[in-house]
Structure formats: structure tokens, C-alpha cells
């Protein structure tokens, strides 16, 4: 690219587009943070399909009806929902270059995460102690691999989320962090976003079966 | 003093990328017809209120389909508009391969079940 020349500043003809054009830093993060985002809902979206075929296969084991407690997983579901409104207030402080409050709607953000987190847990070690281990059954294992799945990216998005915090606290709300913690911001809406399919099609339909 | 004004340059053409910030009133929108698009679904199969489970499963999906609708436009911000219209663009493709690859599997393994030889005859050949 270094003949490409900006013909306003030579003067001289140029008969080919300078294809290298100045970007401002992180002006196309959003939409490639997007796609990502699209083809880990293909990852799901198989998760799902899995689900979908494995899911009455009980092989003479537990049905979902005998392991899921809807208390339990209405808390879970409120939790994570609480924690996508305090990340939305995240952002709302952060546009009005809030630091300190903003790390404070992270922190509480973080909380929530983090028992949505603990209480799944307990229910996995609950199932896994009245002996609904993934290897008990084809709709164990597919049930364990999607809900596990996305317990992972909520426990990854935890650990993002905590880099944040010390990002902020080190470095400001500098534009690079507004950046980060937008994606951060999608990254942790989506997976509610997953978790409305999960609610609805593994327990609620599960317990309905 | 140039990080500043590079952040203030980069902040404006943020705007002008057609990327949607939320407002206070529109999260907490979305967050309220969240809540009760999730109540409901719970209430319904733990009380067993409407009489069928294929319709109370039916209202459920689509309880489901329409939060993830509000989801997508309170909180992630979607609009036909954002990123000109690239991420709106993903957002189809996806969700054209997402109906895809789910029906196809659950349709040609539902297939499979009912076209299964029926365990007895197969003891039976032995």
C-alpha cells in the first residue's frame, strides 16, 4: 500500500482508488463482535437440535420431571434477567462517563452472574448426586452439554467482566474500554438470549412432557 | 490531551456508524416486558392452568419467540439500520441457517424414530 498516494495532498493524477483509507481504531469491532456473536448462535442453535432429538431418550433413567425444580430455575432465570438490566445501567453510566458508578452496575452486574452461576451448580451437583449423571441417559447427556455450555459462556463473560473492572479502574473510561465493554455488553445479552430458549425448551417443556 | 481528542473524534463517528444506544426508559422497558414474558410461561406450566399441554407448549414458544424479540431490540439494540444494516443481514442468514439445521434434525430423526423396525421384531429374528 505504499504507492497508494491521497491525490488531494500530491496533486497528481491517480489512476487506481488508494484502497487503504484511514479507519478509526475499533470502527468495525461492533459488527465483527456481531458475527461472532451469530456463529456461536449456530453453536447453540446445534446444542439445541441435539436437545431437540435426544431429549425424551430417558433410557429407563430420570425424566425431566423428576430432576427440575421450576422455583429453582425461575430464581436462576430472574437473576440472569436482573443481571442484563444492571449491565444495560453499565452502559447508560458509562455514556455519561461515570466511572465510579459504572463500576458499580459491573460489580452488581458480576453478583448476579456469579450466583446464576452457583445456583446452577448446586442443581448439576444435586442431579449428579441422585445419580442424573451426563452418562445416565442420552437426554442427560445432551441436557448437561447444552446447559453446561452455556454456564461456560456465562462463567467466561465473569472473567471478562472482572478484566473490565480493573481495565476501568487502571486505565478510565478511555475510548479502547467504551469498546470493550460494549462488546462485553452484547456478549452478556446474547447468552440471556440463549438462556430464554433454554428455560423455555429444556425445563419448561421438559417438565411439561 | 490526544488520547482525549482522539476518543471524542472516534466517540462522534461512533454515531454516525448508526449504532444504537439504549436510554433509560427503553432498558427499563424491555427489562419489564422481559419480566413478564417470563412470568407468564412459569405460571403456566406450574399451575397447569389451559387445559391441553400441546397449548400451553404452544404459548410457551411462543412466549419465548416474542422475548427474544424485545430482548433483541431493548438490549442488544438491533435495528435494520445498525452497522448499515450488516448486522441485520448476519441476523437473517443465522437465523435462516438456525430454522434450517433445527427442523431438518428434528424432522428427519422424527422420521427415523417412526420408521424404526419395533423392538419386538427385531428380538424376534434373532
Known amino acids: 500500500m505504499t504507492v497508494a498516494v491521497n491525490p488531494t495532498q500530491t ?8 484502497d487503504e483509507h484511514p479507519h478509526p481504531e475499533g470502527h468495525s469491532t461492533s459488527l465483527g463482535f456481531w458475527i461472532y456473536l451469530m456463529s456461536d448462535c449456530l453453536i447453540f442453535a446445534m446444542l ?39 449491565y444495560g445501567f453499565a452502559m447508560l453510566t458509562m455514556q455519561q462517563n461515570k466511572i465510579a458508578q459504572t463500576q458499580m452496575w459491573l460489580l452488581i452486574t458480576g453478583l448476579f452472574g456469579v450466583a446464576f452461576i452457583s445456583i446452577e451448580l448446586t442443581e448439576f ?23 453446561g455450555t452455556h454456564g461456560l459462556h456465562v462463567s467466561c463473560g465473569l472473567i471478562w467482566l472482572v478484566t473490565l473492572m480493573v481495565q476501568v479502574w487502571r486505565f478510565g473510561l478511555i475510548e ?4 470493550r465493554l460494549m462488546c462485553l455488553s452484547m456478549f452478556w445479552h446474547f447468552l440471556d438470549v440463549v438462556w430464554i430458549g433454554v428455560f423455555t425448551f429444556v425445563y419448561l417443556l421438559g417438565v411439561l412432557r | 490531551m490526544n488520547t482525549d481528542t482522539h476518543a471524542a473524534h472516534a466517540h462522534d463517528h461512533h454515531h454516525d456508524d448508526g449504532h444504537a444506544h439504549g436510554t433509560f426508559s427503553t432498558y427499563m422497558l424491555g427489562f419489564v416486558l422481559s419480566v413478564v414474558l417470563t412470568a407468564i410461561p412459569f405460571w403456566l406450566v406450574m399451575s397447569g392452568t ?23 431490540i431493548y438490549f442488544l439494540h438491533m435495528s435494520p439500520k445498525s452497522e448499515n444494516g450488516w448486522s441485520m443481514m448476519a441476523l437473517i442468514f443465522t437465523i435462516v441457517m438456525v430454522v434450517i439445521a433445527l427442523s431438518g434434525s428434528l424432522w428427519v430423526m422424527n422420521h427415523l424414530n417412526s420408521n424404526m423396525m419395533p423392538m419386538h421384531e427385531m428380538t424376534g429374528m434373532k
Open chain 1, 11 to 18: 496533486g497528481e493524477p491517480v489512476f487506481y482508488l488508494a
Open chain 1, 48 to 86: 439445541f437440535a441435539a436437545f431437540g432429538v435426544l431429549g425424551a431418550n430417558y433410557a429407563a433413567g430420570p425424566a425431566p420431571k423428576d430432576l427440575f425444580d421450576l422455583n429453582l430455575v425461575a430464581v436462576n432465570t430472574s437473576m440472569l434477567l436482573l443481571s442484563s438490566i444492571t
Open chain 1, 125 to 147: 451437583a444435586h442431579m449428579i448426586h441422585e445419580g442424573a449423571t451426563p452418562q445416565r441417559s442420552a437426554f442427560l447427556s445432551a441436557f448437561f452439554t447444552l446447559v
Open chain 1, 176 to 179: 479502547a474500554n467504551r469498546r
Open chain 2, 50 to 72: 389451559l387445559p391441553s399441554k400441546q397449548i400451553t407448549a404452544l404459548v410457551i414458544m411462543a412466549f419465548a419467540v416474542v422475548q427474544i424479540v424485545v430482548h433483541m
